[in-house]
């Protein structure tokens, strides 16, 4: 058997581990769709009337606002699942189950590929249930089947990357509870961008922190694919901002794996 041929048996291994895991305690999932579904229903039913007429002068309240606000709470539905990542990765690095893998011959990174790809499946059913509970309340998006597939490669494209920092987060954590509180930026992150409310409502400084960060261009991506409005440059620097995250976040976490010591 070649080198890659072991990489990919034993990163299948360890992708089994982590569905075994994610099927054992369900509560996991439902805890990590439960807090965007908390937020869509938080703005759309209780501030959703007043920051709705806020949009502009098409402005239509709690209807309009719930297209507005979709997409912010899909991007944290990602957050949120990724949150999940960094304490899985700390609990493994903390139990002990490391040193273990570690004696065997098996390749160092299936473990945290293991970690990874389990993620992504549990953050797709995480979508699946906020999508659902957004469409429940009103959220109409009116794009194609083009548009859903590069919706859904965006996603996959930031989950990727975001599933990526939190598993180094989780690996540079000397314990689980830091771990779990080191990726709530990501989850705070679209507060502070445009995912609530335009950038142009916000104080100058403010608003050029808003404009800048990364989860601004992907919201807006999105909100274009997914309900037909404008996009520019957002898609291109979406995309940029991904693919940054995501190699310098697997760099790191590899790095971090091979040389912190197991507790």
Known sequence: ????????QDSKTMVRRTLRRIVRYPS?????????????????YVLGGTLGNGLGPGGGG????????APAIILMTVASAAQGTAI????DMTAGIIARFRTMSITRTSVLTGHVLGSILQ????????IAVAIAVGFRPTAGLVEWIAAIGLLIL??????????????????VETASNLPMLLVLLPFLGSGFVPTESMP?????????????PIIETLR????????????????????????????????LFNRRPVR
């Open 224 to 255: 274009g694919l997914l309900l037909g409005g404008p996009i520019g440059n957002n898609a291109i620097l979406a995309i940029a901002w991904s693919v940054a995250i995501a190699v310098l976040s697997y760099v790191w976490a590899r790095h």
């Open 123 to 130: 953050t797709a059913v995480s979508l699946v249930i906020v």
């Open 158 to 175: 930031v989950t990727t990357a975001l599933i990526w920092l939190s598993a180094a987060l989780g690996l540079v954590s000397k314990s």
């Open 88 to 91: 899985s990765v700390a609990m």
């Open 204 to 216: 100058t400084g403010l608003r050029w922190f808003a404009e800048y960060q990364p989860f601004t």
């Open 28 to 44: 996991m999932t439902l805890m990590l769709a439960g807090m965007p579904v908390v937020f869509l229903l938080l703005f759309v």
């Open 62 to 69: 709690r209807a309009d606002y719930v297209n507005y606000v």
């Open 1 to 8: 058997m070649t080198t890659m041929t072991f990489a990919y």
